[in-house]
């Protein structure tokens, strides 16, 4: 059978990791047929594509979003991360798991039970995971999440956000996703790798 990995996202922190992408490789790569979505216009996609370590995979790079509709329409099982694939697989009613990390998987799976959230148990002394952030943010011209940045939510909220923005985010995704964030740097590989065998019943 087949395994169709997506670790893209619009969002460096919910993007998978290079280490993480091979890790998932390396376990699945001896039971199935693995596929990866890539996007050949994403910088952050070209890290991934040039550092994948194992060969006899395939490399899927839809060109648009309708092909990549297509695409999902097609998979068997996904592997996915909070993003657009997600929510297509979730309108053909399609089977996987989904890698919780920054958003609660209650949230974004919620009365959809075909495909899996694997929860993400990362704690810090400034934020826990799933903290409900979406994206870096710019605070005083410093790139990050709640703990790359070392600074609590509340002290945030506190501040009334002040000196916080969305000015320069975009410019830093590649810096940001080269040093991933800890809820995606502890996820666990192998609860995901049984997790995906017990839902298929291997």
Do not use: W
Request: net charge positive; hydrophobic share 40%; with cysteine.
């Amino acid at each position: 059978s087949k395994i169709s990995i997506f670790p893209l996202s619009s969002s460096p922190i919910r993007t998978m990791s290079v280490e993480i992408l091979n890790k998932l490789i390396q376990l699945l790569k001896k039971d199935f047929l693995i596929e990866i979505f890539l996007d050949e216009r994403s910088e952050i996609s070209k890290l991934l594509l040039d550092n994948i370590k194992y060969k006899n995979i395939i490399i899927r790079d839809p060109k648009d979003k309708s092909e990549l509709f297509l695409m999902v329409k097609t998979i068997q099982y996904g592997l996915f991360m909070d993003s657009g694939p997600l929510h297509i697989a979730k309108m053909f009613k399609k089977r996987g798991l989904l890698l919780e990390t920054s958003v609660s998987s209650d949230i974004l799976l919620k009365n959809y039970n075909l495909i899996k959230g694997v929860k993400n148990n990362f704690s810090s002394n400034y934020c826990k995971a799933p903290c409900g952030l979406t994206d870096i943010f710019n605070l005083n011209n410093k790139f990050g999440c709640y703990d790359s940045l070392k600074i609590k939510k509340t002290t945030l909220i506190n501040q009334k956000f002040k000196n916080m923005t969305n000015r320069g985010v975009k410019n830093n995704y590649f810096g940001n996703f080269k040093n991933s964030v800890g809820c995606i740097s502890s996820l666990n590989i192998q609860n995901i790798y049984f997790a995906i065998l017990k839902d298929l019943s291997l």
